[in-house]
């Protein structure tokens, strides 16, 4: 018998399959290897890394079901003319969903921003909730709670990065969970696993290990909109001035 | 012309419709027509008092539908009472059952009952069947009306006026806060938001028990208390020069610093709020009835002109302060927290949040203050002479 | 004593108003979650529900469990950074079932020119082409083996 390694493989796939399923289910506090409080999420953004395919918007979407016409993560294009620097020309056809038609360059500086819930420390959405249905876990992840959501939408209002909606289907606040029922089990959020370019970088800040110490301590790093002393966690890698 | 520039994907469409709209000015309406009332009992704005009861039944109208337009926005309306179980410390939202509950029950309700115990005492005696049933539970039964004890509520009634008076202005500067606070959106982002929210909620306040009062003398076929009509009147031109000044001050405030938002803001205001910021506003709903206010003040003028002079201004005043909610609330919708672009709220109809269900939201205190004053008539007694009131108007002239 | 008698009827409203927040007190302690409060101010059930959700993307790792001999080759080449699913879609299906959930097969026509697709706005290092001029036409596997793609031009050059 001629057996390829794939078939062999085939062949134990049951155990595989049980493998992954045991992978897949439950809770975190029933993942064994888990523990919320050693952990502290946040993702790098690498500007120099984009390339704007739109992997990350179809992965989201695909994971988390979000519904069409709205974003837990989104890419825009920024295309800024030297003499008008504040005032860029930002376009995100489809959340860049589809990617982006080339526009001929113009003589214009033009780069790709991929945009997500920066899972502030200080979040404003999660201070306005006026009944405690959003919230930072101890691991950092900002989460809604749509069992529990009123659907009064201060927190859409209250979000200075725009990365929250109202599902017009459960009637509740909703926006990126980092993949939190991926990053607890020791998977990377969908994002990340579809980024064919290694712009997108799930880090834990509690975790020395973590390359990102690494990194932040080397590049030039920056958040969106840092004056709100929001906290965010989403580090961008060279990060353009005009970006807001 | 419906999304222009650039916006985040996710604000395409306005989070706050109409309905936010209709709730601060609402309980907006509540706010001023308290403070009117309880210029008579606190400040003894004597003119007043024709108005002190019909004040206080207005608001009360007004504040049991406040909560309506928000209990229909919400996604779930169903969980609205978790505000109630569950209040987070740090929401400037979440202290909104509270206030609203403290203010209807220990401020409006008491005032009111403390008020018309000694009708309530009477009508309970006086009535047949269900309404005597009414008035009897609502004496809680104690028909104690002796001098003593109405000197008691007179007391009591006074204390509640003044704890009324800050309660008032909390549940609205409460509601301004509720925008003011809101650090992500410049349009919002002011201390002077809670300020301008009390002082625009007693314009419109005194400007609908002023119309209310008129309407109903007229319907009633009594002739007004030109005193206490002028007197009204007099009060709606200061609050509203101050609410105007305040106004003002923001925008000049906003123009001279010209921070990253005003680009957009700026633009904002001259397309897309032009209409309902410039023109109804500030032109039509503040300008046009100050100068008629301020009118009645410079020059002499016959009872009749002046009772045309304060029904329009009055009016005019209701509209002006609509835009002005429409205004903040839409308005600071509009633009995009990118500051690159504009989207458009479009108002639908017959929907949830659509302007039928805003308009039947508008006019329901309406039919709730005629069964108020069925139940509890704010007039007089005495009244039964109009040759009295009139002489009282003609002393005034 | 008169006193008294004339300000009874306010402590008939305070035990009415009483008898309303006990009333609420009650309630509140009925109504509120369990889990509220475990963690802070929210239901802290609500952290175990939402990582109850299932994975689409099953993971490169779980990928590499039966195809590392693809994993191995993808090592090698410029793709290496490059995760299964990110080209392949979502397989946490074929993950679960592999017998009977097949991955389609990629039209690398399509595919690959949402990466390799000339585009101003692409760092300029990143490798790029103009899909009108390139080969139109061809698959692009016809020249590229997809898991190592400069392998077959350094071949030739």
Redesign the interface.
């Known amino acids: 018998m001629n057996l390829?390694?794939?078939q062999c493989?085939?062949l134990l796939?049951p155990a595989?399959?049980a493998?992954?399923?045991a992978?897949?289910a439950?809770?975190?506090?029933r993942a064994p290897n888990y523990d919320?409080t050693q952990h502290w999420w946040g993702m790098l953004l690498d500007i120099?890394?984009?390339?704007?395919?739109?992997?990350c918007v179809r992965?989201c979407a695909?994971?988390?079901q979000v519904p069409p016409?709205?974003?837990r993560t989104?890419v825009?294009?920024?295309?800024v003319r030297d003499e008008d620097m504040?005032?860029?020309?930002?376009?995100?056809p489809?959340?860049g969903m589809h990617?982006?038609p080339?526009?001929?360059?113009d003589g214009m500086k033009?780069?790709?921003v991929p945009?997500m819930c920066n899972h502030c420390a200080d979040s404003?959405c999660t201070?306005?909730?006026?009944?405690?249905?959003?919230?930072?876990?101890?691991d950092g992840v900002v989460?809604v709670?749509k069992?529990?959501?009123?659907?009064?939408?201060?927190c859409?209002?209250?979000?200075?990065?725009?990365?929250?909606?109202?599902n017009p289907v459960?009637?509740?606040a909703e926006k990126c969970?980092l993949?939190?029922?991926?990053i607890?089990?020791g998977?990377?959020t969908?994002c990340c696993?579809?980024?064919?370019?290694?712009a997108r970088q799930l880090v834990d800040l509690k975790n020395p290990n973590d390359p990102i110490h690494a990194f932040l301590r080397t590049h030039n790093v920056a958040v969106l909109k840092p004056y709100?002393a929001t906290g965010a966690k989403v580090f961008y890698n060279d990060l353009d001035g005009s970006v807001? | 012309m419906q999304v222009q520039g650039?916006?985040?994907?996710?604000?395409y469409?306005l989070?706050?419709s109409i309905l936010i709209v209709v709730y601060p000015y609402i309980t907006g309406l509540v706010a001023g027509a308290f403070i009117l009332a309880s210029l008579e009992r606190v400040f003894h704005v004597e003119a007043v008092k024709p108005t002190y009861r019909l004040a206080l039944l207005t608001a009360l109208a007004f504040l049991l539908v406040a909560p309506l337009p928000?209990q229909l926005?919400?996604?779930?309306p169903e969980?609205?009472f978790?505000?109630y179980?569950?209040?987070?410390r740090?929401?400037?939202?979440?202290m909104?059952g509270f206030v609203y509950l403290w203010y209807l029950m220990a401020v409006l309700v008491l005032e009111i009952w403390l008020d018309y115990r000694r009708d309530i005492v009477l009508l309970s005696q006086r009535t047949r069947g269900w309404r005597r049933a009414i008035y009897r539970a609502l004496t809680l039964g104690s028909s104690n009306i002796s001098a003593g004890a109405l000197a008691v509520d007179e007391r009591a009634g006074y204390i509640v006026t003044v704890v009324g008076i800050p309660s008032a202005l909390l549940l609205h500067g409460y509601v301004g806060f509720?925008f003011g606070?809101?650090?992500?959106?410049p349009w919002w982002s002011s201390p002077l938001m809670p300020v301008v929210f009390i002082f625009s909620a007693m314009v419109s306040g005194i400007a609908a028990v002023l119309l209310i009062y008129m309407f109903t003398t007229w319907v009633r076929k009594r002739a007004l208390d030109m005193r206490c009509l002028d007197t009204i009147a007099r009060y709606l031109l200061y609050t509203f020069l101050i609410d105007f000044s305040l106004e003002m001050l923001d925008l000049v405030h906003r123009i001279y610093e010209a921070n990253?938002s005003f680009?957009s803001l700026d633009f904002m205001v001259h397309t897309r709020l032009y209409l309902s910021q410039i023109v109804i506003q500030i032109y039509i709903g503040t300008l046009l009835p100050l100068a008629l206010l301020g009118l009645v003040q410079v020059i002499k003028l016959g009872a009749t002109a002046r009772k045309r002079i304060y029904a329009c201004a009055g009016s005019l005043a209701l509209v002006g302060i609509f835009a002005m909610r429409w205004n903040v609330v839409i308005g600071?919708?509009l633009f995009?927290?990118?500051?690159?672009g504009y989207t458009t709220y479009k108002l639908a109809f017959a929907t949830r949040e659509g302007l039928l269900p805003a308009i039947l939201l508008m006019l329901l205190p309406l039919p709730i203050l005629w069964g108020l004053t069925k139940l509890l008539p704010p007039w007089p007694e005495r009244e039964a002479e109009p040759a009295g009131e009139n002489r009282a108007a003609t002393l005034s002239l | 004593m008169n006193r008294w008698r004339n300000g009874e009827h306010l402590l008939r409203v305070a035990l009415v108003y009483g008898l309303g927040v006990v009333a609420f007190v009650l309630l509140r302690m009925a109504l509120v979650?369990r889990s509220?409060g475990e963690?802070?101010?929210?239901?802290g059930n609500?952290?175990?529900?939402?990582?109850?959700?299932?994975?689409?993307?099953?993971?490169?790792?779980?990928c590499n469990?039966?195809?590392?001999?693809v994993a191995a080759l993808k090592r090698t080449g410029i793709h290496a950074?490059?995760?299964c699913?990110?080209?392949h879609?979502?397989q946490?299906a074929h993950?679960?079932?592999?017998?009977s959930v097949r991955p389609a097969r990629l039209a690398t026509a399509r595919l690959c020119v949402?990466?390799h697709?000339?585009?101003?706005?692409?760092?300029a290092a990143?490798p790029q082409i103009d899909p009108r001029r390139h080969n139109p036409g061809l698959p692009c596997e016809t020249c590229h083996p997809p898991h190592n793609p400069l392998q077959f031009l350094s071949q030739h050059s």
């Open positions: 390829t390694r794939r493989l085939l796939l595989a399959a493998g992954w399923e992978l897949q439950g809770a975190p506090e919320k120099s890394k984009c390339i704007g395919c739109g992997n992965a695909a994971e988390n016409g709205y974003f989104w825009e294009r920024y295309r504040p005032y860029p020309q930002v376009d995100s489809d959340g990617g982006f080339p526009i001929p360059a033009e780069f790709f945009k404003p201070q306005v909730c006026p009944v405690g249905a959003t919230f930072i876990t101890p989460l709670d069992e529990y959501c009123l659907g009064c939408r201060y859409i209002q209250a979000c200075p990065y725009g990365c929250r909606f109202f459960t009637h509740t969970t993949c939190y029922h991926r607890t089990k998977l990377t969908a696993e579809a980024c064919p370019t290694g709100l807001r | 650039y916006m985040y994907p996710n604000e469409e989070a706050w928000l926005h919400l996604g779930h969980r609205s978790e505000m179980l569950t209040p987070h740090t929401s400037a939202m979440a909104f509720i606070s809101v650090k992500a959106n990253e680009r600071g919708q995009s927290k990118s500051f690159l | 979650p509220f963690f802070g101010h929210y239901r609500a952290i175990a529900e939402t990582a109850r959700q299932r994975p689409v993307f099953a993971g490169h790792q779980a469990l039966c195809h590392s001999d950074g490059v995760h699913e990110a080209c879609g979502p946490a993950a679960s079932d592999p017998g949402r990466c697709a000339a585009n101003p706005a692409r760092p990143f």
